[in-house]
């Protein structure tokens, strides 16, 4: 079965539940589930109840498809994700994204947990995403041209600039720190050695994290508009003096959970007034 069919069939099942068209995506990573906690009127479809939907069975991911009302406009969310480092094609990992994109999203919002590789970006900062490293060494676009997308997507902005404004606004009216930096996506699952995060450093990465750059290529080359943050959860590889685990990145994250979501929150309602000529 073709992808547009996948599509089609998973489409069915939702407006069966949600007929508002979503003026807003958002893409929750490890431990930011939180957000949907905002939403008034909330719908939720487990992922397992979508056709052709992979299941997130990665701890923090809670995998569900999310409906609510954030001000005038409703959002749809990914409440966690599928990585290619379980073993997913990557047409899999996207998939989600990709759905986002055909109930009408025009702008997404894709978050993360990362790795602070930058001096400044310890556990418990917000980091703006300015532009990415794709060190997975998978493309979404790798194939047979599609009729949906160019065959050969500019990405000089793959991180809407007028979205990152809005990003900065939002921190500004919540006096909020927030930094911005490049995020280096790697396959994984396992943790970068330090002599990979002297690399990561060299080539300009401030973050680095095991998703989200996949779905950036993807929704680009769709030509939705995409702003993306990181969540720092720890220090990377051989910078904290400490072994990594998965369980810390998870307690870092719900500390964070109340800023995250007021700044996610803030940020959301800045975009869809924009979409809705506000």
Known sequence: MSVELEIAAALAVIRRSVATEPKLGLVLGSGLGAFVDQLAERVLIPYRDIP?????HVPGHAGNLCFGRLGEATVACLQGRVHAYEGHPVARVVFGVRVLAALGCRAVLVTNAAGGIREDLGP???????????LTGRNPLVGPERPDSPRFPDMTEAYDAGLRSLGRLA????????????????LGPSYETPAEIRMLRTLGADAVGMSTVLEVLELRSLGVRVGGLSAITNRAAGLAGQPLKHSDVEEV?????RAFVEFLSRWSLLVVSEELGG
Do not use: P, T
């Open 253 to 257: 994250a719900a500390r964070m959970r």
């Open 171 to 186: 921190a500004d009216e919540l006096n909020l720190g927030l930094k911005e930096g490049v995020y280096a996506g790697v």
């Open 124 to 134: 418990g900062e917000l980091m703006l995403i300015q532009d990415h490293l794709n």
């Open 52 to 56: 052709h939907f992979s299941e997130a």
